[in-house]
C-alpha cells in the first residue's frame, strides 16, 4: 500500500538540508507539493543531482564576513585540514557592500600618506571580538561541526532584513530544487535573518546536527559544548522564533532525534545527551505549543548517509547488527515526517526508525554457535 499527501500551498523549512536525511526529507516535501526551503552554510553539493536554482526572491548573501562572538576564546581556531587556516575579519557594521574580499586580504584602500601594505582592518569597538565559529577544535581534533551542516565557516552568511520569500512552486514536470539559504542555525541573528523573511510557514523540520566519534576524556570541552550547541540549543532557536508563524496556521515541528540519545552512546557522549535533551524538549514544546502547534520526533537508528562512515568512526555500518537487516534510509526518515507534519491529534510522540533497534549482546551470544 502506497500513502500519498498532499502538502500543496504549504511551506516547508529543513535545516542542514542540503545531503543526506535532510536533503532526502526535503525531496519528500517537494513531491508531495511543497515549497521547501533548506538552509546551512553553503549550497548542496556541485555534484548533487538536483543544484539549487536561482530565484530572483531568493535572499543575496551579505558579502561581508559573519561577526565575531564575545564569549569565546579570542585565539583563533585552526583551521579544518585543506582549508584555509586565515581567520575571517570581522564585520564592520559601517562598512560597504562590495565584492567578496578574501579573508587575507585587507578590505580598506591604502592609506596615500603610507607606502606600506595596509594591515588586516581591527575589530570595530562595537563588535564582538571573537572570531567566527570555525575550524577544528583547538583540543587536538580535526571535526568542524560545518561538516555536518555542509557548510564552510568562510561563507557569509545572510544579509540583515534578507530571507526566503515562501511561494507555491510550479510542481508540474520534474521537481525543482529546493529554495537555499544561507544561514548558520546556531547565532540567534542568523536564525531571526532566515524566519522574518517567510510570510507563512507550515512545517519546521529541525534536522542539522551531528558529531564525530569523541571521547569524554582527552578531549576539549569546547568541542562538546558546540556539539551540544548544534544538536540541542540551534533546534531550540529556530522552533522558538518559528512559533508565531507555525501557530497561525496550527502547523508543525519535527525534530530529527537519534537513537543515541536513547540507550548508552559511548564515544559520543556529549551528542548522546543533545538528543536526549532535544527528545524532551520535543515533548516539553509539545505541551506548551498544544493545541496551536504540534511537536514530534522522529529517533533515527543506525542510517546510511553520506556521513555515516564519519560518526561511526571510519566504519561502514553493520547490517547484521539491525533486526531488519538494513541501516535506515533518508528515504524511511522521510516517510516519518511526511505522517507528523501532516495535521493530526499526535504530538508529544517519538516515532523510531531504527529498523527495530539494535540486536542486543546477549541475542547473539545465545544464537551464535561456540
Request: proline share 14%.
Amino acid at each position: 500500500m502506497t500513502v500519498s499527501y498532499d502538502y500543496a500551498g504549504k511551506h516547508v523549512l529543513v535545516t542542514g538540508g542540503t545531503r543526506g536525511i535532510g536533503a532526502g526529507i526535503a525531496r519528500a516535501f517537494q513531491a508531495a507539493g511543497a515549497t521547501v526551503t533548506i538552509c546551512a552554510r553553503t549550497p548542496p553539493p556541485a555534484n548533487d543531482s538536483q543544484p539549487p536554482q536561482a530565484d530572483p526572491r531568493a535572499p543575496r548573501a551579505d558579502p561581508r564576513p559573519p561577526p565575531a562572538h564575545p564569549a569565546e576564546d579570542p585565539r583563533p581556531l585552526r583551521a579544518d585540514p585543506g582549508g584555509d587556516p586565515r581567520p575571517p575579519h570581522a564585520e564592520s557594521r559601517g562598512g560597504s557592500r562590495g565584492l567578496c574580499v578574501d579573508p587575507g586580504e585587507d578590505r580598506r584602500p591604502p592609506r596615500a600618506e603610507s607606502r606600506e601594505e595596509p594591515r588586516a582592518s581591527r575589530v570595530d569597538p562595537g563588535e564582538d571580538p571573537r572570531p567566527p565559529r570555525a575550524g577544528a577544535d583547538p583540543g587536538g581534533g580535526s571535526w568542524s561541526p560545518h561538516a555536518y551542516l555542509g557548510e564552510d565557516p568562510r561563507v557569509p552568511r545572510v544579509s540583515p532584513g534578507e530571507g526566503p520569500r515562501a511561494s507555491c512552486a510550479d510542481l508540474g514536470g520534474e521537481l525543482p530544487a529546493p529554495r537555499f539559504v544561507r544561514a548558520d542555525v546556531r547565532v540567534p541573528e542568523d536564525v531571526e535573518r532566515l524566519i522574518s523573511g517567510f510570510e507563512r510557514l507550515d512545517v519546521v523540520v529541525n534536522n542539522a546536527g551531528g558529531s564525530p566519534p569523541a571521547p569524554l576524556a582527552g578531549t576539549s570541552p569546547r568541542l562538546h559544548a558546540k556539539v551540544i550547541e548544534l544538536n540541542l540549543t540551534a533546534p531550540l532557536l529556530v522552533a522558538q522564533r518559528a512559533y508565531p508563524l507555525l501557530a497561525a496556521v496550527g502547523g508543525a515541528v519535527v525534530m530529527i532525534g537519534s537513537a543515541s540519545g536513547a540507550r548508552p552512546s559511548p564515544g559520543t557522549a556529549a551528542y548522546g545527551a543533545a538528543k536526549a535533551g532535544l527528545h524532551h524538549l520535543a515533548r516539553c514544546l509539545a505541551a506548551e505549543w498544544a493545541p496551536h502547534v504540534r511537536v514530534n520526533t522522529v529517533v533515527v537508528g543506525l542510517a546510511a548517509t553520506p556521513d555515516a562512515s564519519a560518526h561511526y568512526g571510519g566504519r561502514d555500518v553493520d547490517a547484521s547488527a539491525i533486526p531488519a537487516g538494513r541501516p535506515a534510509t533518508p528515504e524511511d526518515v522521510a516517510a516519518a515526517c511526511l505522517w507528523l507534519a501532516a495535521p493530526g491529534y499526535v504530538t508529544g510522540a517519538e516515532v523510531r526508525v531504527d529498523g527495530g533497534g539494535e540486536v542486543p549482546a546477549w541475542h547473539l551470544l545465545t544464537t551464535t554457535p561456540p
